[in-house]
């Protein structure tokens, strides 16, 4: 196969299997008990109870340690991850077909009256993860407790190579058309997303504001009711900084992030990038945000590589509208709320019960 085509999706090597499971069986139990061992004396795992200590350090050798390749044969594609977890979960796995390539996915039964539309994450080129679904599932309960039922949909986006920007956004475009066409208001929408996810929702919010050729228009009779951008990546080809300096402390990876971004934004014309990288946009890019959502809340730790970028984009977003909103998790890594999911933990961390807060306040508005 020539080296400047890329693999097909998740198509690993013999010698990969192999390699990955040797790592996953016969290196990473090394690591991890010498992680443990020397966790106390570690600044950034002080504040961490040894489980936060075990799972972040976890994902972190995955994503230094394996290729895209081998992450996508372990994974499998998102539908699989979402019916393994549906199975697990003793929940039944609804789907509604979009077209041939898009689907959304419910968590609990489809409804019409309320929906949090989900963008997953995974830098274009990986599945959702099941701790981010057993996040979500959590919320959709914490949102009962508090007198708010609401459905969820998950977009599965087609993930790099099998399909390239603009793709995603042309899906996540057709998913949004389909919730409204289906009697869904869009004041009794929310949208969340996380890392690439985030990016993904910023595209929404990009495309809604400046409408962009062979992506279906999506008409609004009222701006969404909110936003929630979770670590989201806002520039795939930033270098140095926070990527380098927080390499260490974070469950992600400078080298990979830098491999995804190179992967996402290959071939993608300088006139497009605004909408793939929002801190690259002009000035007055966002400047009509408000038009099309009515609430932002972006969050972000400042142990992740993508801070500084994360920082910058809030900083430039927050002063078009009037009622976005970033808040910092001290010590919190990437997507740090999903952790405590994947650990089993019981104490959550400081941003969970604010996101709780802010997308019941969003349902309750209307
Ligand atoms: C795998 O990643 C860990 C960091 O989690 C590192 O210490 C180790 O050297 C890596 N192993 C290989 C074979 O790359
Ligand atoms: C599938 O679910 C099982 C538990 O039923 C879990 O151990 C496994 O990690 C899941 N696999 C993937 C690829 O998510
Ligand atoms: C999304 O669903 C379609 C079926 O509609 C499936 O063929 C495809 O593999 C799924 N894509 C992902 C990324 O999960
Ligand atoms: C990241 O790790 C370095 C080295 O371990 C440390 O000096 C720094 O304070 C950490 N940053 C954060 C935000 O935790």
């Known amino acids: 196969m020539p080296a400047s085509r890329s693999r097909p999706y998740a198509d690993a090597t013999i010698g990969e299997k192999v390699s990955a499971i040797t790592a996953l069986l016969f290196h990473m139990p090394f690591v991890l008990a010498w992680t ?4 106390p004396f570690h600044i950034n795992n002080a504040h961490k109870t040894w489980r936060r200590v075990l ?31 549906t199975k697990q979960n003793g929940m039944s796995a609804l789907t509604d077909d979009i077209d041939e390539n898009t689907r959304l996915l419910w968590i609990g039964r489809p409804r019409t009256d309320r929906v949090i539309l989900y963008l997953h994450g995974g830098g274009f080129v990986l599945p959702m993860t099941d701790f981010g679904l057993s996040f979500w599932k959590r919320t959709i309960a914490e949102l009962k407790d508090r007198g708010v039922d609401t459905g969820f949909a998950i977009v599965n986006y087609t993930l790099v190579p099998t399909a390239v ?34 990016n993904l929702a910023i595209q929404l919010i990009s495309h809604l ?25 806002t520039s795939l080809s930033s270098k140095g900084g926070s990527l380098v300096v927080n390499d260490p402390n974070d469950t992600t990876n400078y080298r990979s ?12 014309p300088d006139s497009q990038r605004p909408y793939i990288e929002a801190i690259k946009a002009p000035k007055a890019w966002f400047k009509d945000a408000k038009k099309v959502t009515d609430r932002v809340l972006i969050t972000g730790g400042d142990a992740e590589c993508l801070w500084d970028d994360i920082v910058l984009f809030a900083d430039q977003f927050c002063k078009n509208h009037d009622e976005a909103k970033f808040v910092v998790q001290k010590h919190g890594v990437h997507n740090d709320p999903f952790f405590d999911f994947l650990a089993g933990e019981t104490k959550l961390g400081m941003l969970t019960p604010i996101i709780w807060e802010w997308l019941t306040d969003g349902f309750k508005r209307s």
């Open 55 to 85: 799972s972040d350090k976890f994902l972190y050798f995955l994503t230094v340690n394996l290729s895209t390749i081998q992450l996508q044969w372990l994974n499998g594609d998102s539908l699989y991850v979402f019916k393994n977890w």
């Open 209 to 233: 504001l400046h409408p962009l050729n062979g992506i279906p228009p999506v008409k609004l009779s009222a701006p969404i009711r909110g936003f929630y951008l979770m670590s989201p990546w």
């Open 165 to 198: 920007f603009p793709t995603p956004l042309k899906q996540a475009a057709l998913a949004l058309n389909y919730l409204i066409s289906s009697g869904v208001k869009p004041e009794n929408i929310q949208i969340v997303g996380d890392s690439a996810g985030g």
């Open 257 to 268: 992030l830098a491999e995804w971004g190179r992967q996402v934004l290959k071939g993608i």
């Open 36 to 39: 443990l061992l020397t966790s």
